[in-house]
């Protein structure tokens, strides 16, 4: 793992008024097949891309939040969300999917993937990303 | 380690500047482009975001922006230094990882 | 130093493109290696030959195309995003039986692999977009 990069994701923006939150998971799924360390970070409005029961029946625009209960197949299981940004949109941890993944070191035993972190707690992480990817 | 924080964002339009001064950690660097130019002038009702938050980060303009857009050099926010595309390749350099706020 | 870039944007709409044509010039000037410009987002629009700005406007396709040129730079169009958008290479309109291509000489289409490969290949990686 010496070689692999810290690779985090930020996703600052609600889904479906513009794509970037779809074509952000996108990269996020073709990138966990290269190995490295990935994170994601929900802030802002980013936050809303996990809400429970999004429908988009009646637009028309392909619901992709189903793919996010993916990640942790995929191994991407470090999602943090930034209690602030929450708080400041009057939502809390039940209004968002529950994201888990289970760890093959403990007998498949399932976990949360989702951490409530502060903005100061977020700002220390990013400082020891390699690369990060905001969208 | 030490980042290099990108914002393109008018602070009078958008927060994209709050949430970076919010989410940057101590040390770390923050460069306006593009409109996020007008966020560095002083005497505005937002004036105060960077003024605050200098104190923790460095800030730099992007010079051509601002000459694009008829801003002053002579009204920036005090302690904001002015570079041109190659200061900004050097801030690149110079940090470890570059994040842009977009 | 190697150093990748991400230009998310398309041209015109907004400066991004722009600015990191700008960022490139001058990374070149200083002796820095571009490893690769990835185009996503609507990005994909910059690597489309179809478009005629005026002569007193930038041409930002054919620039980014002139860079390349010099400088032998990888520049690449995701191959999700260009299908969305409708940017076609040679590959894809045979693949989805399309009447003509569109792609720009020294662009390629490829998959979004090539952005986290130019990820963990540079030093450094710098996105502009909106």
């Not at chain 3, 969305?84 to 020294?106: A, L, S």
Request: charged share 25%; glycine share 8%; proline share 2%.
């Amino acid at each position: 793992m010496s070689d692999a990069k810290k690779f985090m994701y930020i996703n600052r923006k609600a889904p479906y008024g513009t794509i970037y939150a779809w074509e952000s998971l996108e990269v996020v799924l073709i990138g966990a097949a290269f190995d490295q360390e990935v994170s994601l970070a929900f802030v802002d409005d980013g936050v809303y891309q996990l809400m429970k029961g999004q429908d988009t029946s009646e637009v028309g625009i392909k619901n992709f939040s189903p793919t996010y209960s993916a990640l942790g197949d995929y191994d991407v299981n470090k999602i943090y969300i930034e209690k602030e940004s929450l708080e400041a949109r009057g939502l809390t941890l039940d209004d968002l999917q529950h994201l888990v993944w289970e760890d093959e070191d403990e007998d498949w035993a399932e976990k949360d993937s989702i951490r409530v972190v502060t903005s100061a707690e977020l700002a220390e992480l990013f400082d020891t990303q390699d690369i990060v990817l905001s969208f | 380690m030490s980042i290099l924080h990108t914002v393109n964002k008018s602070t009078y339009e958008r927060d994209t500047l709050e949430a970076c001064v919010r989410l940057a950690a101590k040390g770390g660097s923050v460069l306006l482009i593009e409109d996020g130019v007008y966020s560095a002038m002083s005497g505005g009702n937002k004036s105060s975001v960077i003024e605050n938050a200098k104190g923790d980060l460095s800030f730099y303009v992007l010079g051509p922006d601002i000459k694009a857009r008829g801003l002053s050099e002579d009204r920036l926010i005090d302690g904001i230094k002015v570079i041109d595309y190659k200061g900004f390749v050097e801030l690149t350099v110079s940090n470890d990882t570059v994040s842009a706020w977009l | 130093m190697k150093i990748s870039i991400q230009v998310s944007e398309g041209p015109y709409n907004h400066e991004a493109s722009v600015t990191a044509i700008n960022y490139v010039k001058a990374a070149l000037e200083a002796g820095h290696e571009i490893f690769r410009v990835f185009f996503y987002h609507d990005g994909v629009n910059n690597g489309t030959k179809f478009a005629t700005p005026p002569q007193d406007d930038m041409n930002i396709q054919k620039t980014w195309s002139e860079l390349a040129a010099a400088h032998n730079i990888d520049l690449v169009v995701c191959v999700a995003a260009a299908q969305r958008r409708g940017i076609v290479d040679q590959g894809e309109m045979e693949r989805n039986k399309k009447d003509g291509m569109n792609i720009m000489d020294g662009f390629r289409i490829s998959g979004l692999g090539q952005l986290i490969e130019a990820g963990i290949e540079s030093d450094r990686l710098v996105v502009f977009g909106d």
